[in-house]
C-alpha cells in the first residue's frame, strides 16, 4: 500500500507536466478544431528561455518561469499569424504540417544554438526531499502540483465565469454565428492559441524543473504525452484534459513500479488507441460530437488517374532516363542517394493511397515501413530463409500486418483516424524497442545479407535497379487498381463515405482492403532498406517518421499518383541538397514545408481548388453544398 501512495505522487506530479500541454492541445483543438503538432515547441523554448534566465540571475527560479512562459506566449503568437490563419479555409489537415513545420524550426534552431546535449536547468538548481508518513515528495514535485492546480484553476474561472470565456464556447461551437453576434474572432483565436501556448510553456518550465534536465527533442516526447492525455479526457474538454494527464502521469508510473521502465513510454500510445476505439470523444467528451465547420480533403479535386498505355512515350521516357542513369553516374554516394530517393517515392506512393485516394489522414505508415523492414531481416537472419523469400514473406506479413492495424479505426473519421493511426505507430515502435528477444531492441539487427543474383551479390547499382524495379511494379498495380471499379470506390469513398455505403459499399472492407495494399507497398520498402543497408534499429521507425512521409505526399500533391513518387523523392534528397547548411537543415525543411503548403496547398503537382462561386461563374455545376455555400 505504501508503493502504490508513492506511485500516486510521483504520477500526480508528472501528469501535472502532460495535463498543462493537455489544456493547451485541447483549447486549440476545441476553437479551431485542429491538431497542433507545434505545441511541443512551446515546451522546448520555454525550458531553454529558463535555463537562460537562470545563468543570467544567478538560479533566480521565479524570472526563468515568467521569461519562459512568455517566451512561449510568443511562440504561439508566431505559430498561428503564420502557420495557421493563412490555412482557415484549406483541408483541416494542411495546418498538421505547417505546425509540424514550425515545431521543426524551433527545435532545430534550438539544437543550433545550444547544442545536441542533455543540459541542467540549472547546476545550482536544489531539490528537497520531504517525507509526509510512508511517502516522500521532493520541493519540485510540490511546486508542480501547486502551479497545475493554480494554472488550470485560473483558466477554468476564465472560461466559465467571464465574457471573455463565453466568447471562446461560442466560437467553439459555431464560428459564423459568433461572427454576427459580434465576437472578434480571430482576436479571439489569436489570443486563445497564446494562452495555450503559454501553458505549453509552464509545463516545460516545470518539467525541466522535476528532473533538472533539458535537451533540444524534448518538445517532441511532451507533445505525445500532452496529446494523449487530451485524447484520454476528450479532445474538447478542458477539464478532460486536466483527468487524462493525471490518469496517464499515474498510469506511466506504475507501469515503471510494477512492470517495467522499458515500457513506460508505450502506456501513452497504449491509452491513446484502447480510448479512441472504446470511446472516440473521451472519457467526458460529448457522445453526439460531430463538428464539421471546416474544409475536407474533396476541396482538392483529384487529378485524373493515368492509364498504363504502354504504347505512351510518356511513361516510357522516365522509365528509360532512370534505366539509363547508373550508366552516367558512377559514385556510390550519388548512387546511394538516387538510391533512397526511389525508395521514399515508393512509400510515399503507397501512403498516397490511404491519405490522396481514400481521404483517411494516417501517421502511421513508419509502422509498415518497419514492420516489412523487421520482419525481412528476422526471416533471413534467425530463420535462415533465402533472402529474395524473406523479402516475399515480408511483403505479406506486412499487408495482413495493415488489414490488423485498420480494423481498431473503422469506426473513425477525420482527426480521430490521424489520432489513432499516430497512436498505432507509436505502439508499434514501442514494441520494436522493447522487444529485445525478438527484435534485440536498441542494439537493432545486424549483419542482414544482400540479395544476389547468379551468384552475384548486390552492389550500389545492383540495389539501385532493385528499388527502380520495386517502384516500377508498385505504380503499375496502383494504376490498375486504380481505374479499377476498387479504385473509384475509394475515391467516391474520399468525398462521400456515406453516400458510397448507401450503394451497397462495405466501406469498412473498402478501408481494409486500401490499408492492406498500402502496407504491402511500404513492407516491400522496408525489406528492401533493411537489405541495402544491413542493419536495423527502432530509431529509423519513430512515429516522427511517419509525419515525415505523410509531408512528402502533401508536397508532391495528394491524390497524384506522379506527384507522390516526386515529393517522395524531392524531399528525400532535400536533407543531402542541404548538406552545405548541415546544421540547420531541418529548419530549412521545416520552411520549405510551411511555405508549400501556405502558397500551394495542393502540392506541386496536385489540383488548383476552385472555390464553388467561382465554378458558378465558369458555369461549371456545383455539389449541392457549394451551392448552399455560394448562396
Given at each position: 500500500?505504501?508503493l ?19 489544456v ?7 476553437v ?11 515546451y ?18 521565479l ?14 503568437y ?16 494542411m495546418?498538421l ?17 545550444f ?22 515528495i ?7 502540483l ?5 494554472a ?7 472560461l ?8 471562446v ?17 480571430n ?9 495555450a ?7 516545460g518550465v516545470?518539467?525541466a ?18 496529446f ?6 476528450g479532445?474538447?474538454q ?6 487524462g494527464g ?55 479535386p483529384?487529378p485524373?488517374v493515368?492509364?498504363l498505355?504502354?504504347r505512351?512515350?510518356?511513361i ?10 547508373p ?53 533471413s ?16 506479413l ?16 477525420g482527426?480521430y ?6 497512436g498505432?505507430?507509436g ?8 522487444w ?9 539487427i545486424?549483419?542482414i ?8 551479390t548486390?552492389?550500389a ?18 494504376l ?7 479504385g473509384?470506390a ?20 473498402l ?33 516522427i517518421?511517419s509525419?515525415s512521409f ?12 506522379p506527384?507522390?513518387?516526386?515529393g517522395?523523392?524531392?524531399l528525400?534528397?532535400?536533407?543531402e541538397?542541404?548538406?552545405f ?9 521545416g ?41
Amino acid at each position: 500500500m505504501d508503493l502504490f501512495l508513492q506511485v500516486l505522487v510521483n504520477g500526480f506530479a508528472v501528469g501535472g507536466t502532460y495535463a498543462l500541454g493537455a489544456v493547451g492541445i485541447s483549447l486549440v483543438f476545441g476553437v479551431l478544431n485542429i491538431i497542433n503538432f507545434g505545441q511541443g515547441a512551446t515546451y522546448t523554448v520555454a525550458a531553454y528561455v529558463g535555463m537562460l534566465l537562470m545563468m543570467l540571475t544567478g538560479a533566480n527560479v521565479l524570472v526563468a518561469f515568467v521569461g519562459g512562459v512568455a517566451a512561449a506566449f510568443i511562440v504561439g503568437y508566431i505559430t498561428e499569424r503564420i502557420a495557421v490563419r493563412p490555412l482557415r479555409n484549406q483541408p483541416l489537415q494542411m495546418s498538421l504540417i505547417t505546425t509540424m513545420g514550425f515545431g521543426l524550426i524551433a527545435e532545430n534552431l534550438v539544437q543550433f544554438i545550444f547544442g545536441p546535449q542533455t543540459q541542467p536547468l540549472s547546476a545550482d538548481l536544489s531539490s528537497s526531499v520531504y517525507s509526509i508518513g510512508p511517502v516522500t515528495i521532493t520541493n519540485w514535485e510540490i511546486v508542480t502540483l501547486a502551479v497545475v492546480v493554480l494554472a488550470t484553476g485560473t483558466l477554468h474561472f476564465v472560461l466559465s465565469r467571464t465574457s471573455f470565456g463565453s466568447a471562446v464556447r461560442a466560437v467553439a461551437e459555431d464560428r459564423r454565428a459568433a461572427v454576427l453576434l459580434g465576437i472578434d474572432v480571430n482576436r479571439l483565436i489569436i489570443v486563445t492559441f497564446c494562452i495555450a501556448a503559454a501553458m505549453g510553456g509552464v509545463a516545460g518550465v516545470l518539467g525541466a524543473a522535476l528532473y533538472n534536465a533539458i535537451y533540444p527533442t524534448m518538445g517532441s516526447l511532451s507533445l505525445t504525452k500532452a496529446f494523449a492525455a487530451s485524447v484520454l479526457g476528450g479532445m474538447e474538454q478542458v477539464g478532460g484534459a486536466i483527468v487524462g494527464g493525471l490518469i496517464l502521469g499515474v498510469a506511466e508510473s506504475a507501469t515503471a513500479v510494477y512492470i517495467s521502465s522499458a515500457w513506460r513510454d508505450a502506456i501513452a500510445f497504449a491509452l491513446l488507441v484502447g480510448v479512441l476505439v472504446a470511446m472516440p470523444t473521451g472519457l467526458l467528451g460529448r457522445r453526439d460530437l460531430d463538428k464539421v465547420e471546416r474544409t475536407n480533403l474533396s476541396v482538392f479535386p483529384l487529378p485524373p488517374v493515368p492509364r498504363l498505355d504502354l504504347r505512351r512515350m510518356s511513361i516510357w521516357l522516365p522509365v528509360l532516363i532512370a534505366l539509363l542513369l547508373p550508366l552516367v553516374i558512377n559514385d556510390n554516394y550519388y548512387m546511394r542517394i538516387l538510391t533512397i530517393m526511389l525508395m521514399s517515392g515508393m512509400i510515399a506512393l503507397s501512403l498516397n493511397l490511404v491519405a490522396g485516394f481514400a481521404g483517411l489522414f494516417s501517421l502511421g505508415h513508419a509502422a509498415f515501413y518497419g514492420f516489412g523492414a523487421y520482419a525481412s531481416a528476422i526471416l533471413s537472419t534467425q530463420l535462415g530463409l533465402p533472402v529474395w523469400l524473406s523479402i516475399t514473406g515480408s511483403i505479406l506479413l506486412t499487408g495482413a500486418f495493415g488489414v490488423v492495424f485498420a480494423w481498431p479505426i473503422m469506426r473513425l473519421r477525420g482527426h480521430y483516424v490521424t489520432m489513432a493511426t499516430f497512436g498505432l505507430s507509436g505502439l508499434s515502435w514501442m514494441i520494436m524497442l522493447n522487444w529485445i528477444d525478438l527484435t534485440r531492441g536498441p542494439m537493432g539487427i545486424r549483419a542482414i545479407p544482400a540479395p544476389e543474383f547468379f551468384g552475384e551479390t548486390f552492389g550500389a547499382t545492383g540495389f539501385y535497379y532493385l528499388i527502380l524495379a520495386f517502384l516500377l511494379i508498385s505504380t503499375g498495380i496502383v494504376l490498375a487498381l486504380l481505374n479499377s471499379p476498387f479504385g473509384r470506390a475509394i475515391r467516391a469513398m474520399r468525398d462521400d463515405e456515406l453516400g458510397v455505403a448507401s450503394v451497397g459499399q462495405d466501406t469498412r472492407v473498402l478501408k481494409m482492403q486500401v490499408f492492406a495494399l498500402s502496407a504491402a507497398i511500404a513492407g516491400g520498402a522496408g525489406a528492401f532498406w533493411a537489405h541495402y543497408v544491413s542493419y536495423i534499429s527502432p530509431d529509423s521507425f519513430t512515429p516522427i517518421v511517419s509525419i515525415s512521409f505523410l509531408a512528402m505526399v502533401v508536397f508532391g500533391g495528394l491524390g497524384s499518383v506522379p506527384g507522390a513518387i516526386f515529393g517522395g523523392a524531392a524531399l528525400a534528397a532535400l536533407p543531402e541538397i542541404l548538406r552545405f547548411a548541415s546544421e540547420y537543415r531541418l529548419a530549412i525543411y521545416g520552411l520549405i514545408l510551411i511555405l508549400v503548403v501556405l502558397y500551394r496547398p495542393q502540392g506541386l503537382l496536385g489540383m488548383r481548388h476552385i472555390a464553388p462561386d467561382a465554378r458558378i461563374r465558369k458555369g461549371q455545376p456545383a455539389s449541392n453544398k457549394a451551392r448552399e455555400e455560394a448562396a
